[in-house]
């Protein structure tokens, strides 16, 4: 399948709320899964990083995302995916995202979640999501809902550039 275009900050696309998916065994979702896992893999070999994507970062307004865990704990695609549960209270989080190159936002997210997806066969599943995966499963159902990691920022100075996330803030320094 194709390599697809990973849409950035001001495309309209990733403003609007994506449609759920009727047929997961549609020739076209097929495709779309196809595509997401296919530029995911290609955006981690080209940039040594990447854990998931989401349809609409392709400009895809179906309710899919692809993920592929480091450690492959977790690998596939969660049609229609919903956090039906949580637990804990928000912690601030650094979250960085394809359609944000360069940008580091800092958010709040949910310890452990649990979601509810159909896989690639249609089938019902469950996931009880906890650290990284849940963070990274908030942010990708946030991308389905139109909501950016922009959004979520609670003030201007929660956003840094790559850079000097890297040169200061990985390490501990606030000032």
Known sequence: MPIREIITLG?????????????????????LVADLRDTLIDFRDK????????APQINALKRIVFVIMPDRSFEG???NPEIVATEGDLVPVWDD???L????VKVPRLPKI?????????QKQIIKATG???ELLQHEID?????????????????????EWERRLQRGETS
């Open 11 to 31: 495309h309209p696309a990733l403003w609007k709320k994506s449609e759920k998916v009727n047929d997961v065994e549609a020739e076209n979702i097929k495709a």
């Open 47 to 54: 940039n040594g990083f990447g854990r998931g994507i989401a």
């Open 77 to 79: 695609p969660l049609v």
């Open 97 to 99: 995202c394809f359609s």
């Open 101 to 104: 190159p360069g940008l580091k």
């Open 114 to 122: 649990r979601v509810e997806y159909l896989n690639e066969k249609g």
């Open 132 to 134: 990284g995966l849940a």
């Open 143 to 163: 991308h389905l809902d139109g909501i950016l990691a922009t959004d979520r920022a609670a003030s201007p100075r929660d956003l840094v550039s790559a850079l």
